[in-house]
């Protein structure tokens, strides 16, 4: 950034005592760029118990279709990504289910829709569905949660931050659930190809600790803090 940018930006972000953030990047532009000291950590996604999502999905479950379904949230629809829908509706003989801004245009298919779903029925579109398809970061995270076959349809172009789902990805040794909209032959491959859960969950497990002990340890910092962070 422009260097007034920066000083503005750094003497801001030097008034917190502890901060984290969720891609390898970020602890670099941190250091090199403001000169703070940060921690990667999980999306807080993963620091609630599985069992309120549980709870939540099993009430929003209500207006779910009862047939198998493909689950569908893009945040930013496109014709690739329409494609990506109909590919695999087609493939595994289903219909798809997506809510709000996630319908993509374009595909003659069966859609079973919301256009303004409650955050159960939200939840609840991710655990029942049989295959998940996304762009979004907090999509992959929850079908990480619920331990769904799922693909991330993402342009590492895109400004919207592919640094975090490269971070989670990568960690989770999931990278592999990654397609750019420019190779959708590899779709059926990926949906296709079983996720080791108990491989994912001993890394997510050790990482959702690890997480969570930082969270209540800057927040034990926090109760005396009435200074500038330290460098």
């Known amino acids: ?79 690739a990504k329409a494609e990506a829908v109909g590919q695999t509706v087609n493939k595994f003989e289903k219909v798809y289910h997506a809510l709000g801004s996630a319908i993509p245009a374009g595909v003659d298919l069966k859609i079973l829709s919301n256009p303004k779903p409650a955050v159960e029925e939200w939840l609840a579109m991710v655990k029942y569905s049989d295959y998940f398809l996304t762009d979004s970061l907090h999509g992959a995270c929850l079908a990480i949660i619920f331990k769904k076959p799922f693909a991330v349809i993402y342009d590492k172009k895109n400004w919207r931050g592919w640094t975090r789902f490269e971070s989670l990805l990568n960690l989770l040794q999931l990278e592999n659930r990654a397609v750019e ?26 990482e959702i600790m690890r997480s969570k002990n930082w969270l209540l340890e800057s927040l034990e910092l926090a109760k005396n803090f009435r200074g500038v962070y330290e460098k």
Do not use: C
């Open 181 to 206: 909209p420019t190779h959708l032959e590899k779709l059926d491959e990926v949906l296709s190809t079983p996720i080791d859960w108990a491989a994912v969950y001993k890394i997510l497990e050790s």
């Open 1 to 79: 950034p422009d260097e007034p940018v920066r000083k503005l930006f750094g003497a801001y972000l030097g008034r917190f005592q502890s901060i984290s953030v969720r891609e390898d990047s970020g602890v670099d532009i941190l250091k090199n760029v403001f000169g703070l000291r940060g921690e990667k950590h999980l999306p807080p996604a993963f620091l609630l118990d599985v069992k309120y999502y549980d709870d939540m999905a099993t009430v929003g479950r209500i207006r779910l279709p009862d047939e198998p379904y493909i689950g569908v949230y893009f945040i930013d629809p496109s014709q």
